[in-house]
């Protein structure tokens, strides 16, 4: 039986009894955390002699063993997804760019490379009878900014034997043509705003300096009036009280329906910054109440490092289960390497793109998913070992020896978070969560967490 035992902060001698695997935790105190503990470790008899206690747990459901293990992600390299990194160029300036996008020599994926990833992942997707293929246009740059290969690559996917879902991350600042032209051949896109003018104009400037939310808003305006399926994906700095004002101005002035927002903690561009203690309070203290303001108006917010009621092998499908090229034609194992200067470049290249055919090399796949899986075994113990599943490889690992084993403030942020999460939805549920709906995502994710009274 996997039972986690979290102590609750302020509250001397009181516990999150959590079992993330079933979607149960609840509240109890000493006494009854070394009575579970023990059974759990297979002291069964410890309670022979608490018909109480025993009947209290029966009641819900303590005692159901715990569920098959899953599948190991990974595997055979079978993708029926596309993920088409078009260009390293940018019409916006952001200051905390992981790419530095704009500032390197021009790089464009051919309209050639594109045709061939379509075909690798509509062929896999026709032999594993699925019902669709997807593709995604994403870069280290501004996929609009590669135009005439975005509109050629769409047109080349909806002429394939099996239907395709195709998707855009864009910073939105389009022309009305392209916004046009974006609703009539895409299935939906995510933007990339930051809230308020004032933030996004600071953070995510034009090339001019001049400030983008006039028009990344006016592309919002016209996505809401043909009701297009869209999302929002924040990026949250310092000072924190921005994110929560920034939620509750997309909430209040568009009809975004969910937001994601991620925390950059890097003080220029091209790369990432590792938080500390303070940067890491402080981001979680403005999530929880950012999270409060989205619910308020009936919206959902996540962040992908606290995804309460999620059971996984793998924090993210990508590194298993995605077809990923770059401009230069490698094949990759995350959205963010898009070049040769990304400093985990060297361990995320696991093959090419040649004369049209795709070549995989397993030896380089299997050493990431390797060191992915030796991070993760490390976690075992840590009450987010199922919903962060070691976190995402590009912003926890270094290239350095040993590096994937590294430890920081973004696993202060998803273990707070988590442990806020299940204290507030056992707060509004009688005491009790319980999360037991299977859905089955990517790299087997197979729950997503759901609050009920007890």
């Given at each position: 039986?996997?039972?986690?035992?979290?102590?609750?902060?302020?509250?001397?001698?009181?516990?999150?009894?959590?079992?993330?695997?079933?979607?149960?935790?609840?509240?109890?105190?000493?006494?009854?955390?070394?009575?579970?503990?023990?059974?759990?470790?297979?002291?069964?008899?410890?309670?022979?002699?608490?018909?109480?206690?025993?009947?209290?747990?029966?009641?819900?459901?303590?005692?159901?063993?715990?569920?098959?293990?899953l599948?190991q992600?990974?595997g055979?390299?079978?993708?029926?997804t596309?993920?088409?990194?078009?260009?390293?160029?940018?019409?916006?300036?952001c200051?905390?760019?992981?790419?530095?996008?704009?500032e390197?020599?021009?790089?464009?994926?051919?309209p050639?490379?594109?045709?061939?990833?379509i075909?690798?992942?509509?062929?896999?997707?026709?032999?594993?009878g699925?019902d669709?293929?997807?593709?995604?246009?994403?870069g280290?740059?501004?996929p609009?900014?590669?135009?005439?290969?975005?509109?050629?690559?769409?047109?080349?996917?909806?002429?394939?034997?099996?239907?395709?879902?195709?998707t855009?991350?864009?910073?939105?600042?389009?022309?009305?043509?392209?916004?046009?032209w974006?609703?009539?051949?895409?299935?939906?896109?995510t933007?990339?705003?930051?809230?308020?003018?004032?933030?996004?104009d600071?953070?995510?400037?034009?090339?001019s300096?001049?400030?983008?939310?006039?028009?990344?808003?006016?592309?919002?305006?016209?996505?809401?009036?043909?009701?297009?399926?869209?999302?929002?994906?924040?990026?949250?700095?310092?000072?924190?009280?921005?994110?929560?004002?920034g939620?509750?101005?997309?909430?209040?002035?568009?009809?975004?329906?969910?937001?994601?927002?991620?925390?950059?903690?890097?003080?220029?561009?091209?790369?990432?910054?590792?938080?500390?203690?303070?940067?890491?309070?402080?981001?979680?203290?403005?999530?929880?109440?950012?999270?409060?303001?989205?619910a308020?108006?009936?919206?959902?917010?996540?962040?992908?490092?606290a995804?309460?009621?999620?059971?996984?092998?793998a924090?993210?499908?990508?590194?298993?289960?995605?077809?990923?090229?770059?401009g230069?034609?490698?094949?990759?194992?995350?959205?963010?390497?898009?070049?040769?200067?990304?400093?985990?470049?060297?361990?995320?290249?696991?093959?090419?793109?040649?004369?049209?055919?795709?070549?995989?090399?397993?030896?380089?796949?299997?050493?990431?998913?390797?060191?992915?899986?030796?991070?993760?075994?490390?976690?075992?113990?840590?009450?987010?070992?199922?919903?962060?599943?070691?976190?995402?490889?590009?912003?926890?690992?270094?290239a350095?020896?040993?590096?994937?084993q590294?430890?920081?403030?973004?696993?202060?942020?998803?273990?707070?978070l988590?442990?806020?999460?299940?204290?507030?939805?056992?707060?509004?549920?009688?005491?009790?969560?319980c999360?037991?709906?299977?859905?089955?995502?990517g790299?087997?994710?197979?729950?997503?967490?759901?609050?009920?009274?007890?």
């Amino acid at each position: 039986m996997e039972l986690y035992t979290v102590p609750i902060p302020g509250q001397a001698g009181r516990f999150i009894l959590y079992r993330p695997r079933l979607g149960l935790a609840f509240v109890g105190n000493t006494a009854l955390v070394r009575l579970v503990s023990a059974y759990a470790d297979g002291q069964t008899a410890v309670l022979d002699t608490k018909p109480a206690i025993r009947a209290f747990l029966d009641s819900l459901a303590f005692f159901t063993p715990d569920p098959p293990d899953l599948p190991q992600a990974g595997g055979v390299f079978r993708p029926c997804t596309a993920v088409l990194l078009l260009t390293n160029q940018c019409q916006l300036r952001c200051t905390y760019c992981y790419a530095a996008a704009g500032e390197a020599e021009r790089q464009e994926l051919t309209p050639e490379l594109g045709f061939a990833a379509i075909d690798q992942v509509c062929q896999n997707a026709l032999e594993a009878g699925r019902d669709r293929f997807e593709v995604t246009f994403h870069g280290g740059g501004e996929p609009t900014f590669a135009w005439t290969t975005l509109q050629v690559c769409t047109e080349y996917a909806r002429q394939k034997p099996l239907p395709a879902k195709i998707t855009m991350v864009s910073n939105g600042v389009w022309s009305p043509s392209q916004t046009a032209w974006i609703v009539d051949h895409l299935d939906g896109v995510t933007i990339s705003m930051d809230g308020t003018p004032h933030t996004q104009d600071q953070q995510r400037p034009l090339v001019s300096g001049q400030g983008s939310s006039e028009l990344v808003l006016k592309t919002i305006t016209a996505l809401d009036a043909r009701q297009f399926d869209y999302g929002i994906r924040m990026t949250a700095t310092a000072p924190w009280e921005t994110l929560p004002q920034g939620v509750g101005f997309i909430c209040e002035h568009t009809d975004c329906r969910h937001m994601q927002v991620e925390p950059a903690f890097n003080l220029k561009r091209g790369g990432h910054h590792r938080p500390d203690g303070e940067e890491a309070a402080g981001f979680s203290r403005a999530y929880l109440e950012a999270l409060n303001i989205a619910a308020a108006h009936g919206r959902s917010l996540s962040y992908s490092g606290a995804r309460l009621g999620m059971i996984t092998n793998a924090f993210c499908s990508a590194p298993y289960d995605a077809l990923i090229v770059n401009g230069n034609g490698d094949v990759v194992t995350c959205y963010e390497v898009a070049s040769p200067a990304h400093a985990l470049s060297g361990m995320s290249v696991i093959g090419h793109i040649r004369e049209g055919q795709v070549q995989i090399d397993t030896a380089a796949r299997d050493h990431l998913h390797g060191l992915m899986a030796e991070r993760r075994t490390a976690c075992q113990g840590c009450f987010c070992y199922w919903s962060c599943a070691g976190d995402c490889y590009a912003r926890s690992f270094e290239a350095s020896e040993g590096g994937h084993q590294r430890r920081d403030g973004r696993c202060q942020i998803n273990q707070h978070l988590t442990r806020e999460l299940l204290l507030a939805c056992m707060a509004e549920n009688g005491g009790l969560w319980c999360g037991v709906q299977a859905v089955p995502h990517g790299a087997r994710v197979v729950s997503q967490g759901e609050a009920r009274q007890a």
